[in-house]
């Protein structure tokens, strides 16, 4: 496996103020403009771990996956070439707002958008959060993870496993708004329990939900007091997961997919894990939010 984490997520969104505000006055992740009018919002030392771009339709655009080095990078190009995949390289404009050495990218059999990329640019300037938090939760684990929509699921955890070496963490399923669903939780080469989850569901705007983890109980709660003071629509209530053990809550975000805050995702020790599936999401909470 040479995909060693999750590094961004782009975002075309028509309401970059919304973004700004969340960002800034919510979560905690300090914010920078750039020449082309796209917000970087930053959570580490890296420039940007999402990126919000200027869009008439608000969607996830793309997702950013890191390799090593660029002898790894060409390894899994050609991995993909291989196995008849389909991919384009970034141009210079796109490299440019991904602050990358190279990238390429292609469509998963679902339609997302995956990008490989290997070489983050950065001035590795420490982060400091606008709210005064302890920051997020990344390192070598990653910004955190994010849930694609796939119709044909096998089909698309089955590019996921083979064309992208990802391995299989655990299965849900469970009944959600009257329909059966399933759900695929994924792990690259990192101990974060999924990077990556594929779920049989609707997403139009392309993004089932993504995650982004704080470091203590006390960041998490001050979070959900932000998110309910500035009156955002909350989703899921307080609650652990079963599979990542992971306290949290979701939240809509400004392009409508949810966005969760977690706390104490459990760290893997991959030789020492069996897959498992369960029908039971959470252990407590994470009950439904009926819209106001």
């Not at 606008?130 to 910004?143: A, Q, Y």
């Not at 089909?155 to 959600?176: C, E, K």
């Not at 994924?186 to 993504?210: E, I």
């Not at 966005?259 to 991959?270: A, L, N, T």
Request: charged share 20%.
């Amino acid at each position: 496996m040479s995909i060693r984490e999750l590094g961004y997520l782009i975002f075309g969104a028509s309401d970059l103020e919304g973004w700004r505000r969340l960002a800034t006055e919510v979560v905690g992740m300090s914010v920078t403009q750039t020449d082309e009018g796209a917000l970087y919002l930053k959570m580490d030392d890296r420039d940007f771990r999402l990126a919000v771009t200027p869009n008439a339709e608000d969607r996830l655009l793309a997702i950013g996956l890191e390799v090593a080095n660029q002898s790894a990078f060409v390894d899994f190009a050609e991995r993909l070439i291989a196995r008849q995949v389909q991919t384009h390289k970034g141009s210079e404009a796109e490299r440019r707002l991904r602050r990358v050495q190279d990238f390429i990218w292609f469509l998963d059999p679902a339609g997302n958008r995956v990008e490989v990329y290997w070489g983050p640019i950065s001035t590795f300037e420490p982060f400091r959060s606008p709210l005064g938090g302890r920051g997020f939760v990344t390192g070598g684990l990653g910004l955190g993870h994010v849930v694609l929509p796939a119709d044909d699921l096998e089909r698309a955890q089955a590019f996921w496993t083979d064309a992208m070496g990802f391995g299989l963490s655990d299965i849900l399923t469970m009944n959600f708004g009257g329909a059966d669903v399933k759900l695929y939780f994924d792990h690259c080469d990192n101990g974060r329990q999924h990077s990556v989850a594929l779920a049989k569901m609707p997403a139009p705007n392309g993004c089932v939900h993504f995650m982004v983890e704080v470091p203590t109980l006390g960041d998490l709660g001050r979070t959900l007091d932000r998110v309910q003071n500035a009156g955002l629509p909350l989703v899921m209530t307080l609650g652990q997961h079963v599979n990542d053990e992971c306290v949290s809550f979701y939240f809509r975000s400004p392009n409508g997919f949810m966005m969760e805050v977690g706390f104490e995702s459990v760290v893997k020790d991959w030789a020492r894990h069996s897959v498992f599936e369960t029908s039971l999401p959470s252990l407590w909470g994470h009950r439904f939010v009926a819209p106001a």
